[in-house]
């Protein structure tokens, strides 16, 4: 590593092992736009393929400007390796594939985007995976819900629209006790939060969203956080404690940590079986993309949270927002759980139930001249949306609720404008809307 700091705004523009291109002195990561790679002799090709040595084969699988920001993120993370994959939907499909065969099952949180929700209701069905539904309030219904055929948890660690932060340490410590690895999308809060500090096995990303940070490229990343023994309940992950059959019969669980000397078994699984299959590679160009903006992530983050409040707390003050979600107005256990996992801000994104219901949601939106209306979050630019006639459209009414959605919700991504016309464009908005369902009335 070119660094040992502990501090999120280095490991951002030294992290891994990258410090300079050694044939050209490039402080800036080259774009390595290539699909293949010339080997050194017979001999280091075989090593490569035998997985006796790492090293890049075909961009399909890895690629020298994807491998920096793997590194980075997977130290900024805490973890001990990270793959880099197409989209933030293709890291949580990923993640999931990993463990599962058609058969199986995980055990989900129900506060999910609405894209997670229908991939792990409908698509992973489709495909013989069963994923069940708990209700993050009760660590305990995690639990409840396992079988002998359960291979993981998974969450998110501030999901929209609720932004209730989820118990982390609870639901991992239940399921280390029985070879459950939890699984924690950190999208949301890539900074504040380290999910694998607090007993999660794995994270993932959306690089799209505040990694990534401008609303350019598309991509996602699995982090392996080398802390969950995949050895030690042999009969709840079969993938790693059978004969592998793409692999000589290997047993993966056994012969990798043996071979390369780290508990990296699941990062290199995804690689070399996933993502050498199913082929859901990050494009180089991307991959420099989203480097560029993992080194300014600290210093947008801190700015993108400061915003958030401070339009949380303008929206306290008008009378026609009935509600206001957002960690900072939390009660109860849900207020415990921010304090506790958010350790240096609460998230960018605000929501507030509009008065007026869904006519009231859509003019709100209609009537924005700053703010853009994009089906995304995590841009520089503050973002909005009214998820019940678009991201969570798809889902019954009763699904709708569970998931935190209401008529008239609007999900706000805060960026980094000056807060006066971010505020000015809100509130002219809410003023119009309002006036619209009143003469609709």
């Not at 058609?102 to 489709?126: E, P």
């Not at 991509?219 to 079969?238: A, K, L, M, S, Y």
Request: aromatic share 8%; proline share 5%; with cysteine.
């Amino acid at each position: 590593m070119t660094t040992k700091s502990q501090h999120a705004d280095t490991i951002a523009l030294h992290g891994g092992n990258y410090r300079k291109d050694e044939t050209t002195n490039s402080v800036a990561v080259p774009i390595y736009q290539t699909t293949s790679y010339q080997f050194n002799n017979q001999e280091h090709a075989s090593n490569l393929f035998s997985l006796k040595e790492l090293g890049n084969i075909y961009t399909r699988i890895m690629n020298p400007t994807t491998a920096v920001l793997e590194e980075r993120i997977a130290q900024l993370e805490g973890g001990l390796a990270a793959l880099a994959v197409s989209s933030g939907q293709a890291a949580s499909a990923f993640a999931i594939q990993n463990l599962c065969q058609a058969g199986d099952n995980i055990v989900s949180s129900t506060d999910l985007y609405g894209g997670t929700w229908n991939q792990f209701a409908n698509t992973f069905k489709q495909l013989g995976i069963e994923v069940r539904f708990a209700d993050p309030k009760d660590p305990d219904s995690f639990i409840k819900l396992t079988d002998n055929k359960t291979r993981a948890f998974y969450a998110e660690t501030l999901p929209n629209p609720k932004l209730n932060v989820f118990p982390i340490e609870e639901v991992a410590s239940l399921g280390k006790k029985i070879g459950i690895p939890l699984i924690v999308d950190n999208t949301a809060a890539p900074i504040t939060c380290k999910p694998l500090k607090h007993g999660a096995a794995i994270v993932v990303h959306s690089l799209t969203k505040w990694i990534g940070g401008h609303g350019n490229s598309i991509g996602g990343v699995i982090v392996d956080g080398g802390n969950f023994d995949w050895t030690q309940f042999p009969e709840r992950h079969p993938l790693y404690n059978q004969p592998e059959p793409s692999y000589w019969g290997w047993v993966l669980g056994k012969v990798v940590p043996e071979v390369l000397g780290a508990n990296i078994t699941y990062a290199v699984r995804a690689r070399f079986v996933l993502l050498r299959d199913l082929g859901a590679a990050l494009s180089p160009t991307n991959a420099f993309n989203f480097i560029q903006g993992l080194e300014t992530l600290p210093l947008r983050f801190q700015k993108h949270q400061d915003n958030a409040e401070k339009v949380a707390d303008y929206l306290t003050t008008k009378k026609n927002v009935n509600r206001v979600i957002h960690p900072k107005y939390q009660l109860g256990i849900h207020k415990e759980r921010a304090d506790k996992y958010l350790e240096d801000g609460a998230g960018p994104l605000v929501g507030f139930e509009l008065e007026g219901g869904i006519e009231a949601g859509k003019a709100f939106i209609d009537n924005l001249e700053l703010i853009y209306h994009v089906a995304n979050i995590g841009d520089a630019r503050t973002l909005a949306i009214h998820p019940a006639s678009t991201t969570h459209s798809q889902l019954n009414a009763e699904d709708q609720l569970r998931a935190g959605v209401t008529p008239g919700y609007i999900r706000l991504s805060v960026g980094i404008e000056h807060i006066d016309d971010i505020i000015h464009d809100i509130d002219q908005a809410i003023n119009k809307a309002q006036e619209k369902v009143k003469n609709v009335a």
